[in-house]
């Protein structure tokens, strides 16, 4: 199920409460708003969500180190945000798209395609 949430206007902090709640949700698109704060450290997502799209709005902070991304994540979208600081050392296994492009008035620009993992 998708739940596109792109460019309406949303405004104010990600809350990590209530996503559990929507178990069924594999893409979860908020791009294009004006969200803020932080990312939620405790933010539990779908076990089955495959593409986080959370770029372009006003997220600050760092990414959490312990941040439990669902083991089925393969599409992560975090530019153009106010973040900062290292990635987490444990990302998805199925991770294969990450892009941090930095802020928008930046010339950094990174979007890396990952290799799956086999062990």
């Known amino acids: 199920m998708y739940l596109h949430l792109n460019s309406l206007g949303l405004k104010g902090p990600l ?24 990312l939620p450290s405790g933010w539990r997502l779908s076990r089955g969500l495959l593409v986080l799209d959370l770029s372009s709005n006003a997220i600050s902070g760092s990414i959490p180190l312990r941040w439990a991304l669902p083991s089925s994540l393969t599409n992560l979208k975090l530019g153009h945000n106010g973040l900062e600081g290292s990635l987490p050392a444990a990302l998805p296994r199925g991770l294969t798209r990450l892009e941090l492009q930095g802020k928008a008035q930046s010339c950094a620009s990174t979007s890396l395609r990952l290799a799956p993992l086999y062990i």
């Open 15 to 38: 809350t990590a409460n209530g996503w559990e709640q929507l178990p069924w949700l594999e893409f979860l698109t908020l791009a294009g708003n004006q969200l803020t704060g932080n």
